[in-house]
């Protein structure tokens, strides 16, 4: 028997029949029973095609100051196209539709059955048991991969999350499952969210919490792709900087000066809103983050227009919400506590924020920003794949480079010098086991970290 229920999911008339046809497969004619609840018999909304046309290309157009390579039929038209077919994900209406019209493929729909498969009570408590001993057999699964995990530094699970990503993106790589690494990853984001929550953990986005700590690149649109847009460092330097006043304003949120309300309204203010943008992971990510911030502009305007007492509550309870959406892809949260009325609920007083060195992350990505507006200049007769040529400069200065390992001293001073005194660039660093006669202090790729951050610095005030 082939049991599908739709009640939870947002698909459209496609993705239903395709998901039916699946039972039908073999040489053996079968029945399919779909329990669909209640249908909804009202036509779709869909947005106008052109409409959205140009509202995508102007959210690429505000990424950021410098202008890009908009391309219309990769960029712009496929996004709209996949917007669309979100108005479309109405399971309800799908349904209604595909009964009306008897539309499901290599299926005829009856509305009577002569056997009804009717749960009992014993029914639902034995799915219901065996529901709530696989969900804590998963979460032990991914808590015992956090045990591995305990007491390790910052840097080393920034470093095991990269392997990890990396590892699960190599097709010859069929030792392990996709879950596997799947677990893995929610595993380390706890440990670096400093967490033991596995529901908090599986909310957590990773590249995400990577690209908070310096250790990813921003996400730059197809507009700016480095293999084509010969100035994607100076855009890539700009978006990195725009993540600083999420940095500051979660030191606020820990340290009580924001609540989670506030937080919420925050996050349509001009700079909030580009670091928010400059967090996203794709393209996808980056328009339903600007489709919340729209709808967050629109409830701000309604809160100071015209809605009474009650509506602002509920006004802030929704800012409240978006809040705690997109902290809890960086790993934080907000407790319960026992209200009014007697019951526990989310307190957007109590937030959990990870015990982050806040002013080391900001200085990190300062001097990320640095890094990239370091990099060397695409000669004109390269500029047709601009990335390529980078890395193959890198790859000729290596083989070039004769010269000892180059002066801790001399690297943490550079903005090519990465955490735990890994080079950029790909310039030997003096190991800890040396000393300094076995270094030089000399390093053709050597760029001074700017004013601005070296005020941020933990140096000796002779090298201040």
Known sequence: MFWTYFGYLKVDESQIIQTVNRANRDNNPCEVRIYAGSLDDSPYRIPNEANENLRIRAYFEEEASLEGLLDSHFQIDRLSYQQLRDGEKVT???????????????????????????????????AKSALTAARARYDSAISNLLDRYEGETQALLLHFMDHNYKDSQDFRNVARLKKEFEDTEIALSMALARTDDVSVGKKIEAVRLRRLFGDVTVFLSSQYDPHRYKRWMETAAEKTGELIPLIITLDQLKSGVLDGVQFGWAMRTKLFRRAILASANSHNDFIKWEKRLENLDAYQEEYRQKAGKRRREKLNDLAFAFARFYLGTIGVYFEKTRA?????????????????????????????????????????????????????????????????????????????????????????????????????DQCNAFKKIPAKAMGRLDLPASEQ
Not at 428 to 438: E, L, R, S, T, V
Request: glycine residues 2%; hydrophobic residues 40%; proline residues 7%.
């Open 92 to 126: 309800a209406k799908a349904l209604y539709r595909l009964k009306t019209d008897n539309a499901i493929q290599n299926y005829s729909i009856v509305e009577t059955w002569d056997e009804w498969l009717t749960p009992t009570e014993e029914d639902q408590e034995i």
């Open 340 to 440: 009014a009325d007697g019951y526990m609920r989310i307190d957007p007083c109590q937030p959990v924020v990870p015990d982050w060195n806040f002013e080391g992350m900001a200085h990190r990505l300062l001097v990320k920003a640095a890094h990239f507006l370091a990099l060397p200049k695409i000669p004109a007769e390269n500029e047709s794949d601009p990335l390529t040529w980078l890395e193959q400069q890198k790859v000729v200065e290596d083989r070039e480079w004769h010269q000892r390992d180059v002066s801790k001293e001399l690297c943490r001073l550079c903005v090519h010098c990465e955490p735990y005194f890994i080079c950029a660039l790909g310039r030997p660093i003096q190991p800890d086991w040396i000393g300094n006669y076995a270094a030089t």
